[in-house]
């Protein structure tokens, strides 16, 4: 499983983001993918998780209402729309796959059991 993350840029505070994760190598319907990120000088965090179907969707506190999870099957591609950015939401972004949800439900509070994990794509918001 390979996992490519990119869509990431220099933005100023209040604006919009939107970051692509493509899936290969095994059959995308068979992951639930994850966001995470990584802020300098900090360990990574989870962000965000959607199931197979795109259905159950799972946010951390700090990003409910800003950001959006979406899946489109038919492209292998996962989004998370970013909104209203925050200096604070400065990180490397990572995606991650899993095959059961509450692998990965689990992984945005404790920071493990995800299986496969692609490259980051950076986000800077600044003014």
């Known amino acids: 499983v390979q996992l490519q993350a990119s869509g990431g840029g220099s933005v100023q505070p209040g604006t919009s983001l939107k970051l692509s994760c493509v899936l290969s190598g095994r059959p995308f319907t068979d992951y639930v993918i994850g966001w995470f990120r990584q802020a300098p000088g900090k360990e990574r965090e989870g962000v965000s998780c959607i199931g197979q179907e795109g259905i159950s969707k799972n946010y951390v506190d700090h990003v409910k209402g800003r950001f959006t999870i979406s899946r489109d099957n038919a492209n292998n591609t996962v989004y998370l729309q970013m909104d209203s950015l925050r200096p604070e939401d400065t990180a490397v972004y990572f995606c991650?796959?899993?095959?059961?949800?509450?692998?990965?439900?689990?992984?945005?509070?404790?920071?493990?059991?995800?299986?496969?994990w692609g490259k980051g794509t950076l986000v800077t918001v600044s003014s």
């Open positions: 991650a796959a899993t095959i059961t949800y509450l692998k990965c439900y689990n992984a945005l509070r404790w920071n493990y059991g995800m299986d496969y």
